[in-house]
């Protein structure tokens, strides 16, 4: 059995799970960040607002390393998180969504490139496996682990297809925005640092929170924000160690909101982008959103003037802003599908099948 003593030598970090009213997936993103297999974690889940369903379901979990903060009313994802940032114990604050799940191994080697980084607060960052089908949420609990295990509800897999992202890993001392929005081809997804995979040091998160009044891209505005400061760098481990459920057909927020939205964010935060990535972003970010919504021409003409005057439009990001505009959101998935099934997949159908290990579970509460 792991032990999980705590040992002086190594930091504690702190898992921070924002979640309102999905106990099932909740049920795999805690357990994956309970068997992680750095000594010293904590797992702080922030209930965002009344939740009978999920504060009965982490009702059961009785292990002394989860924590819950249940905040009064619903305040959105950046809010919970930096609530989440408040109240840990840790050194170190990773991030999990609570549809996501993280590798066993995931902090454990994210630490080690921490500690091998001179930068004064350094972001650690990884690849994901993206899987294009969600669990479907189920009322039938899992069959326990072989000699027992949490008490947590599962949920039942659904059919799924696995890619790799991101395929370019991030090399300082590119700047992010260049590498989140600026495609090299057609097919290329773009650079990605997803929530689910960023480990960042406490105190950087305390001087700069994410915005808690932006509806969406919360944590591209925190990235682009944080490295804009001296002594902040990252570093992407090229290992994919998080399992991020995409394009499963759920409502967010980031699916729903307009293209005026992105195009608003996007001139905010102008001053602290190159004129390259402004463009990329608007070619991509809101000309699908347009095109997704059946935004009219006026609508479309405001996007194409942003995006040819101003930024700085090259020959592939207008490649991009035709196609984004064009085609329907089935169609170029199928083709990007299409351009990616010789992308190596080999191993990842092992990476995350261990099942936790037995444990006596106990829960505090905050």
Known sequence: MQDFLPSPDRPLVSAVIPTRGRPALLACAVRSALRQTWPRMEVLVVVDGPDAATTSQLDRVTDPRLRVVYLPECCGGAAARNAGVR????????FLDDD?????????????????NRDWFPIITCRVIAKSGCPASSGVPREPARG????????????SASRV?????????????????????????????????????????LAIPFREELRM???????????????????????PLVIWH??????????????????DWIREIRPLISPRAFSSFVAVQCAWRAQRSGAGLRARLDILRAFLLEGHA????????LFFSVLPTRLRRSLRDHVSQDIDRGGLSLAFVREPAAATLRKSSV
């Open 246 to 263: 995409v394009e499963d057909g759920r409502d967010s927020v980031s699916r729903n909101a307009s293209w005026q939205t992105s195009l």
């Open 100 to 116: 996501d799940e993280w590798h066993p191994e995931k902090i454990e080697r994210q630490m080690a490139a921490a500690a091998a």
């Open 165 to 205: 992202l991101p395929r370019r890993v991030y090399e300082s001392p590119q700047a992010v925005a260049d590498y989140l929005f600026c495609r090299n081809s057609l097919f290329d997804p773009g650079g990605l640092m997803q929530t689910s995979t960023l480990l960042v040091p406490r105190d950087l998160l």
């Open 87 to 94: 109240a840990v114990r840790g050194d170190w604050i990773a």
């Open 314 to 321: 090259e020959w592939r990001s207008l490649l991009h802003f």
């Open 217 to 239: 891209h919360q944590d591209w505005d925190w990235l682009i924000e944080a490295t804009a400061h001296e002594g902040v760098g990252i570093v992407m481990v090229p290992r």
């Open 148 to 159: 027992g295990g949490s008490s947590l509800t599962g949920v039942k897999q659904s059919p």
